[in-house]
Each structure stands twice: as structure tokens, then as C-alpha cells.
């Protein structure tokens, strides 16, 4: 792995429910880890993004790829209860792929939460 590639700064959270005083249950996203990684962008149009219905018309959600160099942090990311923070956009996780379980990186494959 070209760990020169690595140039970027994403924060990962952890979604974690806490309960206030009266027994409601709350949603808080934690700081779980900062990882450099190597960011793939899938261009518009290109067919690698997913599509969605909206008033009648046809939207591509771009889809974007983190890649980070395997570590313990890394491997416990999953797609659901996690999140990634890049450049102070919100993504959420689709997938995470292993790469063949070589433990040289893994790659989280994400879709960008509009606000």
C-alpha cells in the first residue's frame, strides 16, 4: 500500500443511545477514530452511484470511496452505527469492504447525507 496516497482526514462516529433522567432514549454520535485516507470520488453520470425517485424525476446519489490503512479502529467499522465527517459533510456508510481480508486497507464506501 502507498501510504503517500493517504492524504486526507476523515473523523468516524459511533452512534450510541443514552437515556436522560426520565427513561427517554436518545441518539448521540460519538468520536470514535481519525483515519489519513485516500479519496474516491465517483463522477456524475458515471454509473457507479445509486438512483433515486423524486418527484417523477431520476436522481444519481454520488457515491464516495474512503480508503484507509487496515488497523484494529478500521476493521471494527461497520456500515450500520458508524458514520464518516470529511471536509464537515456528513456521509453515511454503505458498505465496507475488507479487500480480500489482506489487512492492508479498508475501503468504506459512502453516500452523502443531505441536510
Not at 15 to 30: A, L, V
Not at 36 to 49: L, T
Not at 79 to 87: A, C, L, N, Q
Not at 88 to 101: A, L, P, T
Request: proline share 2%; aromatic share 12%; charged share 30%.
Amino acid at each position: 500500500m502507498d501510504i503517500s496516497r493517504l492524504s486526507e482526514k476523515i473523523l468516524v462516529q459511533k452512534k450510541t443511545i443514552t437515556e436522560d433522567d426520565i427513561g427517554n432514549h436518545q441518539e448521540m454520535w460519538e468520536d470514535y477514530h481519525y483515519f489519513f485516507c485516500h479519496v474516491s470520488d465517483m463522477p456524475q453520470g458515471g454509473g457507479n452511484g445509486d438512483e433515486t425517485s423524486a418527484a417523477g424525476q431520476t436522481l444519481e446519489e454520488p457515491i464516495i470511496t474512503f480508503t484507509v490503512r487496515y488497523s484494529k479502529d478500521a476493521a471494527a467499522v461497520k456500515s450500520t452505527g458508524f458514520r464518516v465527517i470529511f471536509h464537515d459533510d456528513f456521509y453515511n456508510i454503505v458498505s465496507v469492504d475488507h479487500m480480500n481480508y489482506d489487512h492492508k486497507s479498508i475501503k468504506l464506501r459512502c453516500r452523502k447525507v443531505w441536510r
